[in-house]
């Protein structure tokens, strides 16, 4: 089974409007981070924004916001006011801190955002 | 701060050659991850290291692929004989804490493109 599912191979918004990419996981560890990292065309992954399992407050960093919904499994990425520069692949990310799992990171197959002027 | 460092960006060889990565840490990461990223999916962890021990092996086909990180610093990945399965980018990634810190965040290099002809 699928650890990490993102359902969207791609998204299109407007410039300074708001999208939101969908991100699904599962794990039976009550201890884990969720990760959402962007890759621009030249390769680099960028880290973006990070949740912890236990926190209870959504993680916001800047622009970007993680609507964490825990009972749901979900950490949908919110990105307010796109801009071009955000056009990128976007992956989200489980890091499980139990068993044999020893903090590695599982990705999902990412999203495209595109973003038009 | 300076970032994961990682050479070559980009290799071309034929199959059945032998190649190698270099991968440098940010300053005073204790743990090292080298990652596979096969084009269109996530990448898919191949080793890490805790310092200078391994601590995850488990996704690295040891029959071609070998790694090692002598002096718990910098690092290197091995190929040999390549296969064309293995065109993918390969990525080095380093982060501060211990493994069982839930808050553990990985920093990203700018990966190397391999092509196996």
């Known amino acids: 089974a699928q650890k990490i599912t993102q359902t969207q191979p791609g998204m299109f918004v407007q410039e300074k409007e708001a999208v939101t990419l969908d991100c699904t996981y599962d794990t039976s560890d009550p201890s884990y981070g969720l990760f959402w990292y962007k890759q621009p065309s030249s390769g680099e992954m960028i880290f973006l924004i990070y949740q912890g399992s236990y926190d209870q407050q959504n993680a916001t960093e800047g622009r970007y916001s993680l609507n964490f919904q825990k009972a749901r499994k979900s950490a949908n990425l919110v990105i307010s006011a796109s801009q071009l520069g955000d056009s990128a692949m976007y992956f989200c990310a489980m890091r499980e801190t139990g068993g044999t799992s020893y903090g590695k990171l599982t990705f999902g197959q990412g999203t495209i955002l595109t973003v038009h002027p | 701060e300076a970032g994961v460092a990682q050479s070559p960006r980009y290799k071309i060889i034929e199959k059945r050659q032998s190649v190698a990565f270099w991968c440098n840490p940010i300053?005073?990461?204790?743990?090292l991850y080298w990652y596979q990223q096969i084009l269109g999916q996530g990448p898919k962890l191949l080793i890490q290291?805790?310092?200078?021990?391994?601590?995850?092996d488990s996704q690295l086909p040891k029959d071609r692929f070998s790694a090692e990180r002598l002096k718990g610093v910098d690092s290197t990945l091995k190929i040999q004989p390549a296969k064309l399965e293995d065109s993918a980018v390969y990525l080095c990634?380093?982060?501060?804490?211990?493994?069982?810190?839930?808050?553990?965040?990985?920093?990203f290099g700018p990966g190397t493109r391999l092509t196996v002809l």
């Open positions: 300053s005073g990461h204790a743990t």
């Open positions: 290291f805790q310092n200078n021990g391994v601590v995850d």
């Open positions: 990634a380093s982060s501060l804490e211990p493994l069982w810190g839930s808050t553990d965040t990985q920093y």
